[in-house]
């Protein structure tokens, strides 16, 4: 009878034991999970957030939008947090969009990236873009388009390898590693909203440990991408009398320093398929001219980020074996403005 008793009260006791660790469990039909965040501020000086959030409808999924006005961006969140039927769940944000009065003032910006690398409930990998629009009407201009799914914004980021390379995604993560870099600035996608289609991408705005320096178009984008190593395949470039898609591509970049003045070669390799041609061009007189376009289109970005001191391209990053640490810090003033570039395209046919 004792022994009875004692094994009722073990399993009582494993019982409460186990159980113990659900008592604080939101059940995932009682939650709300927007996707997008959208951050703006009011003239008064009060944020705004938006939040963009999926919601099922006859076997659809739409979405809605919800906003809250507050003295910081937390209390923005709480608000809508307190006024929501359900528990809000900010986990699953995927896009950040932040408007261009607030992304173009470096030290909102600032303030806006480290708070988002501090929070714990908003994801650091989720990407940041930002809009020159009302960043509501941005988030609104879903529910307008005939048979977009609610995930439709951040599905524009991730349209998968080789099917739209111009459009890249830059996290959170790498806008904040950018405020301390002394060696490499970033690139962050600036969108707007679309007639036809959910969002346009309009090229991408160049920013200096957060401060604006310059807004490249998406053709210059891509090719600043390249020199930081990144494939450009599946590129698509017209010369007017033919097309060619960049089937792959890959750069050496070789640096130097003599006298305290740096110098790079840099040899960029880019195989490509003709899609289609004029009558009578040959295929030199396609290399011969898409080598000419890409060089020019590079001396160009270059002379823009050496006026601003601004480097887009990660130069700085491949002195590091013959500059010191504490003077590469002074890298963007005294020797990016300063650095020679013998850059070379070199274009095979597959």
């Given at each position: ?78 608000k809508i947090r307190t006024n929501s039927e359900n528990a809000v769940d900010y ?260």
């Amino acid at each position: 009878m004792k022994k009875n008793r004692l094994f009722k009260l073990s399993i009582v006791c494993m019982t409460i034991i186990l159980l113990s660790g659900c008592w604080d469990i939101k059940d995932i039909n009682k939650r709300t999970i927007p996707l997008v965040l959208g951050i703006s501020k009011e003239q008064g000086g009060q944020y705004k957030v938006t939040l963009q959030i999926p919601v099922l409808k006859n076997e659809s999924q739409v979405s809605k939008v919800v906003t809250g006005k507050g003295e910081s961006i937390t209390s923005a969140l709480g608000k809508i947090r307190t006024n929501s039927e359900n528990a809000v769940d900010y986990t699953q944000i995927r896009l950040i969009v932040v408007q261009n009065n607030l992304a173009h003032n470096q030290k909102e910006l600032s303030a806006i990236v480290k708070f988002l690398m501090g929070s714990e409930e908003i994801p650091s990998r989720s990407l940041i873009a930002i809009t020159d629009e009302n960043v509501e009407d941005v988030l609104s201009s879903i529910n307008d388009k005939l048979g977009v799914h609610a995930s439709s914004i951040y599905d524009f980021f991730n349209k998968g390898a080789d099917w739209a390379p111009e459009i890249f995604s830059t996290p959170v993560w790498e806008v904040y590693r950018s405020l301390f870099s002394s060696t490499k600035d970033i690139a962050v996608p600036v969108i707007r909203s679309g007639k036809n289609t959910v969002l346009i991408f309009e090229g991408s705005d160049i920013l200096k440990k957060g401060e604006l320096m310059d807004r490249f178009r998406p053709e210059e984008i891509q090719l600043i991408r390249v020199l930081q190593n990144k494939n450009e395949k599946g590129k698509i470039e017209s010369l007017g009398f033919a097309s060619i898609m960049v089937s792959n591509s890959s750069i050496r970049l070789t640096p130097s320093l003599k006298n305290n003045k740096p110098s790079l070669s840099s040899n960029l390799n880019i195989k490509i398929n003709v899609l289609e041609r004029n009558d009578g061009v040959t295929n030199k007189k396609i290399i011969e001219e898409l080598e000419r376009v890409i060089e020019k289109r590079f001396f160009q970005v270059l002379k823009r980020m050496q006026e601003s001191h601004a480097d887009i391209f990660g130069f700085g990053q491949e002195f590091q074996q013959f500059i010191s640490y504490n003077e590469l810090k002074n890298w963007r003033d005294e020797y990016f403005p300063e650095l020679k570039v013998n850059f070379e395209v070199e274009v095979n046919m597959e």
